[in-house]
């Protein structure tokens, strides 16, 4: 069994990762961009590595952060939204491919999004062709490649769906908001209960070399679901015009259900 984990991001996903894991007896080091936050890794009892990836080049003691690790999970998204500076994603994830080669490491877990499959309509599963048409799900694709056709490492791919959980539920930004379109298409979410079951699966299964979909199995409508979700939380309720004859993207993950017969472990209502 792996004892040694690395976490690169311990962010809203990576850090209640690490604290569950050490529950569990994993030995883990993390990684933060941000110094203010080395105290709460330590105070949580994950080794702590201050490293940023930039396009050009990783600053930190990543050679250190590396050493002795054996699984390491890369949990750091594309930032090309916003108003900010864009970036090179895949630059980034090339220069930390180049440093885990030469390092002890020897699984990956690489999480990603179904954003890889598009816009396309219908039901998607991992034997689907990505077809991204965002910049972000072209380097995630990129990226997936990277490790995948390197046949030292094995490495499982994990896609995503919309992310849920303490903070974070896509009602906060829908709210009240009028003539949304895509009323009937299905949500594609998954708690962070589950990203974090799923991927100690992965782990205490030794189940690496797979591509996974990570999606909650039941996909209401976006009309009814938010507007359950906002009534629930007292919220203005979204308004969605009527979008008929279209056959939105529904993601069905297959691959979990041959981990160990892994069951869901909190529903996304």
């Known amino acids: 069994m792996t004892t040694k984990i690395g976490i690169i991001g311990c962010g809203w996903l990576g850090l209640p990762l690490a604290v569950s894991l050490i529950g569990k ?24 590595f201050p490293i940023t990836l930039t396009e050009n080049n ?37 220069l930390l491919h180049e440093a885990i080669k030469k390092s002890s490491v020897q699984n990956i877990i690489f999480t990603s999004s179904t954003a890889v499959y598009g816009d396309v309509e219908g039901m998607v599963n991992e034997k689907s062709l990505p077809v991204p048409n965002t910049s972000s799900g072209k380097q995630l694709v990129q990226c997936e490649q990277l490790f995948k056709n390197d046949s030292s490492l094995k490495t499982t791919i ?49 189940h690496f070399g797979d ?12 009309q009814d679901y938010y507007t359950q979700e906002a009534i629930k939380r007292n919220l203005p309720l979204p308004h969605y015009t009527q979008t008929l004859g279209k056959a939105y993207k529904k993601v069905e993950s297959c691959s979990i259900f041959l981990i160990n017969n892994y069951d869901f472990l909190t529903t996304i209502n």
């Open 211 to 222: 591509t996974i979909n990570a999606v909650y199995p039941e996909h209401p409508t976006k």
């Open 158 to 206: 994990i896609r995503f769906g919309g992310l849920i959980g303490p903070g974070r539920h896509p009602i906060t930004i829908l709210a009240g908001k009028q003539n949304l379109n895509g009323g009937t298409a299905p949500v594609n979410l998954i708690h962070l209960d589950d990203c974090i079951g799923i991927i100690e699966t992965i782990i205490e299964t030794d």
């Open 58 to 94: 990783i600053q930190g003691p990543i050679e250190d952060f590396l050493r002795t690790i054996t699984t390491l999970i890369i949990d750091i998204p594309p930032k090309l939204r916003g108003k900010g500076p864009k970036e090179s994603y895949i630059a980034k994830i090339q």
């Open 25 to 48: 007896g994993y030995v883990v080091k993390g990684t933060t961009t941000s110094k203010d936050k080395l105290q709460l890794l330590k105070k949580n009892g994950i080794e702590p």
